[in-house]
């Protein structure tokens, strides 16, 4: 891969992970309800568990889809089911309950395999290996390259936001508020999902 096209990934890859999604939603929420501290554990299941998801599916996970695009929509259907179940408890958590421990942050492994039912990652590693591998490049080495810059740009784009959740901790200590942000960042969990909601909706029904 050249350094050219290597840098226009570095760009994608830093586009797509530093704008809203399920994720950054997910990491600022739990830096305003937890702390940085007890999200360190959710921020590196992201961190690590996407740029996986993106060697996995560069590496052949992706034909598995082309061959049975049933099974796709299927985990489609899941993770946006999930995720609406996220943005309800998101939006319905009550500070008393974060000051008591029965609510806590997601660990590594729970981030990890969040991954797999996220639709904006799975968009975001199936856009990668459509737009940056190439017929005549050497396959694998263009996968490890992108790979590489999902992991490269992970930690600091995923970072800030957990930060500047931490931060506004400070700034919402009182219980109304943090109820108010709750239920703001539920609903743009929820709003998130939305586009992948009209494609399963014209998959399913548009023939109908």
């Given at each position: 891969m050249h350094m050219d096209i290597f840098w226009a990934v570095i760009?994608?890859?830093?586009?797509?992970?530093?704008?809203?999604?399920?994720?950054?939603?997910?990491?600022?929420?739990?830096?305003?309800?937890?702390?940085?501290?007890?999200?360190?554990?959710?921020?590196?299941?992201?961190?690590?568990?996407?740029?996986?998801?993106?060697?996995?599916?560069?590496?052949?996970?992706?034909?598995?889809f082309e061959r049975y695009p049933h099974l796709h929509q299927l985990i489609k259907v899941v993770g946006t089911l999930y995720l609406i179940y996220l943005a309800y408890k998101i939006a319905s958590a009550k500070p008393e309950h974060i000051a008591t421990g029965k609510s806590k942050a997601l660990t590594f492994w729970q981030a990890v395999l969040f991954q797999w039912v996220n639709g904006k990652a799975w968009v975001m590693a199936s856009g990668a290996m459509a737009a940056f591998t190439t017929v005549a490049g050497i396959y694998w080495l263009e996968v490890s390259a992108i790979t590489l810059a999902f992991l490269v740009v992970a930690f600091p784009c995923v970072g800030l936001w957990l930060l500047f959740g931490a931060m506004l901790k400070k700034i919402l200590n009182r219980p109304l508020a943090q109820r108010i942000f709750n239920g703001a960042m539920g609903l743009l969990l929820l709003l998130s999902v939305?586009?992948?909601?009209?494609?399963?909706?014209?998959?399913?029904?548009?023939?109908?």
């Open positions: 760009f994608f890859a830093f586009s797509t992970t530093i704008t809203p999604g399920p994720n950054n939603i997910m990491m600022m929420s739990s830096g305003v309800n937890y702390g940085i501290k007890a999200s360190v554990p959710h921020w590196l299941g992201i961190c690590l568990g996407f740029p996986f998801m993106v060697l996995v599916v560069g590496l052949g996970f992706g034909v598995v939305l586009p992948v909601v009209r494609e399963l909706w014209r998959y399913y029904f548009s023939a109908v």
